[in-house]
């Protein structure tokens, strides 16, 4: 850890002035690239505060070098937090301070009474699957194709917007459990190579669909994912493409036979790097709450 990112220097505390959210936008632009039309302005951010929105920015110094936004919301007849954005500038990544961002969120909506957040990520971006799921502890029971349209502004967006829609319930005994644990390579990995699996990471990095009748019966089901679609997708466009059809499909046919997304492992088969989605049947978000 250089001195410049060491975590005590970095300050987690509420945007309160306009100026700091002119930084939130000029962020937004760094994290995202996307261009004006697709960023949330500092208006947006002024007139949700004021009625339960939580902004929150991580300060090294007087720099902003890291934000979470959610507004208030209903869902189910109940009150949610909607955590539309979570970023950290790449210079200060894989320091905790997305996580301790989501924890400053979390204690402020539970402080407003409401102990639900919602937010939605992209099911082939590794990463925020290990974050979303093993560190944070959400589940996921809706997978929505485009949510943002075919593709944005924004270099993240490429492969158009599929997003899963996962739920972090606040006050859970598996999200205190999760917050509590530091060593996150739980012991209790299913033995995936048991567990039917509707696409598999094969040669040279193809996705290999499995059969839909698999769906039928089944306590579990795995989804695989490659390691860096990022990468991927630099190298080969095309390939990142049927990466997106293939778990777009995967998921889909998943949640319609009653799965829910319940976990993320990273795993390696063959000298093969994996990350692994653990679906099961039957289950509820309410379960996890
Ligand atoms: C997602 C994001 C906010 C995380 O911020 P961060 O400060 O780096 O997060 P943390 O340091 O708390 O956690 C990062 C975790 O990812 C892990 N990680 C890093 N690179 C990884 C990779 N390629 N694959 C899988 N996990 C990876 C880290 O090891 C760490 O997990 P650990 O604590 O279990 O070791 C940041 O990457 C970001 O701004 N991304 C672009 C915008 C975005 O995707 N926003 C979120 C939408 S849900």
Known sequence: ??????????????????????????????????????????????????????LIGAFDGASLIGFAYSFVGRE???????????????????????????????????????????????PLQSLNAHFNFAKLGVVADAYKINFYGEATSSFLHQIGTDRLWVTWSLDSQRVRERLQTKDRSRASIPDLDRIACLVRVGPNNEPQRGQSSEVHGQKYLSIEIPA????????SPELAVRWREATRWAFSEAIASGYLIEDFYGSSRNDLSVRVYLLSNGKKVEDFS
């Open 1 to 54: 850890m250089s001195n410049a990112i060491k975590a005590p220097s970095i300050i987690i505390r509420d945007i309160e002035l306009v100026s700091e959210m002119r930084d939130v936008e000029a962020l937004q632009k760094e994290v995202w690239g996307s261009d004006d039309r697709d960023i949330v302005p500092l208006t947006i951010f002024a007139a949700t505060r004021e009625v339960g929105a939580i």
């Open 228 to 235: 860096d679609i990022n990468t991927l997708q630099r190298e």
């Open 76 to 122: 189910n007849e109940r009150m949610v937090h909607h955590s539309h954005m979570l970023a950290v500038t790449p210079s200060h990544r894989n320091f905790n301070l997305g996580y301790r961002l989501k924890l400053a969120q979390r204690t402020r909506a539970l402080a407003q009474g409401i102990n639900r957040m919602t937010w939605t990520f992209d």
